[in-house]
């Protein structure tokens, strides 16, 4: 966002820059700064809150009736976010036969449908489909029992965007299972890898990758840096 | 709470770290008043409408959103940070109807008809956004008479 800043101002456009990361705006110097110290993945801090988005809008507008720059300021609320897994409860066991993430994802398959009926958009798609979600799922499942990972038949040939899509398909269907606030910080990513099946399976996968020997970039990118 | 520093905590200190791309001096641009100004917003959210093109793991590129397009796909790369918002509300991300509200109350001018999304994982030099696909954003935007540009990460 710093870099376009620059290239904007260059090119005659003003520009307001949000900020999460105080250092970023210090050491890049674009025009005007506005930094939140919010949860990261929401620059204006609290979702459905207008007056909260208005007043971040309005502190951000008014570093234009600055006279020179560069301008950095700070948004005098700090937003913590709540990195406690979601309140959110998966689907009891229905199919002993399958595999437990393949049998939860599938249980969760209504509250998806729920979700994308009333956003009307998924994050779900790079390498799958909703309908793909289960057998992907079985796929990993086999590559943690033994199968090499080259033979395994990754869906789409690409382990992150799989990854992605499988995390999408919970985190969009947990918002449709829960009244609990969802506060930010990493609440919704937290119930994924602590509370579920898919989760846990993904970091089991991840490492097994790595010990068959996969590249780094085929293994790294499935779930954030800090969880193993 | 956990007794873990937290994941953004951990993120904040690892982007932190991580080296910048260096300017030599920072450009200006007086505004106009913002009661007349005609904004728009840019985000590195990768956003793209539902039938666009998703963005690849390297993308460079931008995509154009149309003002009333609302059903948008967060097409970011990174596992690293918290997706959940934008689906609650897009605004914590893409604040299109607080804009509107303050056209309608008339503090600032208008809204631009097209608003912009880059993806924030872009190669270390910047290069791309730098020298071709910023200043052709910039073309778009000031071709559509905008006057204000309101970035915002994820």
């Given amino acids: ?228 | 709470m956990t007794e873990q520093p937290s994941g953004d905590a951990l993120i904040r200190e690892q982007i932190g770290k991580l080296p910048v791309p260096q300017f030599s001096e920072t450009a200006w641009t007086a505004p106009p008043p913002l009661s007349e100004a005609r904004v728009a917003v840019v985000t590195s959210a990768a956003l793209y409408p539902r039938d666009g093109e998703p963005f690849t793991v390297t993308d460079t590129s931008y995509r154009a959103l149309d003002h009333d397009q609302r059903q948008l796909v967060m097409g970011h790369w990174s596992p690293n940070f918290d997706r959940s918002a934008f689906g609650i509300d897009y605004n914590v991300v893409y604040p299109l109807a607080r804009l509107d509200e303050l056209a309608e109350q008339g503090a600032i001018g208008s809204v631009a008809s097209k608003h912009y999304a880059f993806a924030g994982n872009q190669p270390d030099d910047v290069a791309t956004i730098r020298h071709d696909s910023g200043p052709a954003c910039a073309a778009a935007l000031k071709a559509d008479g905008v006057d204000v540009v309101f970035l915002t990460p994820v």
């Avoid at chain 1, 050491?27 to 207008?50: I, Y």
């Avoid at chain 1, 301008?71 to 409860?89: I, W, Y």
């Fill in chain 1, 1 to 228: 966002m710093c870099t376009l800043a620059h290239v904007f101002e260059a090119a005659g456009l003003s520009t307001v820059t949000i900020t999460s990361i105080r250092s970023v705006g210090e050491r890049m110097r674009p025009p005007r700064v506005l930094h939140c110290e919010f949860p990261l993945g929401r620059p204006l801090g609290k979702t459905n809150d207008p007056d909260f988005q208005h007043d971040v809008l309005r502190r951000a507008f008014s570093l234009l009736e600055r006279e020179s720059g560069p301008v950095l300021e700070d948004h005098p609320e700090e937003v913590a976010g709540n990195e406690e897994p979601l309140s959110c409860t998966v689907p009891p066991r229905f199919d002993p036969d399958l595999a437990p993430a393949v049998d939860e994802a599938r249980g969760l398959r209504k509250a998806y449908d729920r979700a994308l009926s009333r956003r009307g958009v998924s994050e779900v798609g790079n390498a799958v489909d909703a309908d793909g979600v289960p057998d992907a799922l079985d796929v990993l499942q086999n590559i943690v029992d033994g199968t090499p990972w080259k033979e395994a038949g990754i869906p789409g040939g690409h382990t992150t965007a799989l990854a992605n899509d499988i995390r999408a398909y919970y985190e969009e269907a947990a918002l449709e299972l829960t009244d609990a606030p969802n506060s930010g910080g990493h609440q919704s990513e937290a119930w994924f890898f602590e509370r579920t099946e898919a989760g846990k399976l993904i970091l089991a996968v991840r490492k097994a990758l790595a010990a068959q020997g996969a590249p780094q970039p085929v293994w790294f990118y499935m779930a954030p840096m800090y969880r193993s």
